[in-house]
């Protein structure tokens, strides 16, 4: 089955300044990699995703790469704001939409 | 996106019985999924509910221990069966709409076993 592997555990980032956080997977049929953020006692929310046929997708502050020949993609959040603190996971699935998770960066901004 | 809701949010329960869950959805949904996320761990899939078949359940998980019914295209149930202290965990399911790969999740069900 897919392993998806994600970098780091934890993430402290002064405000204002960037957030990058990596995930490898092992299936390389594996082609939809959407990113969760939960917040404390709340549900996994999508803050975005790519699918296989697109290398780079922006939503404001936050873009996500994908490098299909490595198997790696990764979150870039910009201007990190105290808001941005949560627990982020990584996914990975293949045409059967079962999702395999990271296993989550925590991450805080510090004001 | 649809609006999802899970009863009960939360549940202590004694070591040995059994829980059921909801899920219901505002609208039809083409997948519905069940996710295990123990305490300060990441989510794990116990099985994609088929409706008016049987549950497709991933390595580790069997029907025995975690009955899942769902008898229509907005509504799913799961079963905690025997449980023990290791099954406290959050319990979420979620679904998948339309034609796209997009996920979205229930509010979870906070299980604590005694």
């Known amino acids: 089955g897919e392993n998806v592997e994600q970098h780091p555990s934890t993430l402290s980032v002064q405000e204002g300044d960037s957030a990058v956080i990596k995930c490898t997977y092992s299936d390389s049929a594996s082609n939809y990699f959407p990113w969760y953020k939960q917040e404390l006692g709340k549900r996994p929310q999508l803050i975005i995703d790519i699918r296989s046929n697109v290398g780079e997708k922006k939503d404001q502050r936050i873009a996500v790469t994908l490098n299909k020949t490595a198997k790696h993609f990764s979150l870039h959040i910009t201007e990190t704001q105290p808001e941005d603190s949560a627990v982020y996971f990584c996914a990975a699935s293949t045409r059967d939409y079962k999702l395999s998770f990271g296993a989550g960066t925590t991450v805080t901004v510090r004001a | 996106s649809a609006v999802i809701s899970q009863k009960p949010s939360r549940d202590i329960c004694q070591r040995g019985t059994s829980l059921t869950i909801q899920c219901q959805v505002d609208?039809?949904?083409?997948?519905m999924f069940w996710y295990r996320q123990q305490p300060g761990q990441s989510l794990t899939l116990i099985a994609t509910a088929n409706q008016g078949s049987e549950a497709t359940y991933e390595s580790g998980f069997v029907i025995d221990k975690f009955p899942i019914s769902r008898p229509n295209l907005t509504f799913s149930t799961l079963t905690v069966s025997n449980m023990s202290p290791e099954d406290s965990s959050i319990y979420l399911c979620?679904?998948?709409?339309?034609?796209?790969?997009?996920?979205?999740f229930g509010p979870g069900t906070r299980l604590t076993v005694l």
């Open positions: 979620s679904v998948r709409t339309g034609a796209t790969d997009t996920q979205y």
């Open positions: 609208s039809q949904v083409t997948m």
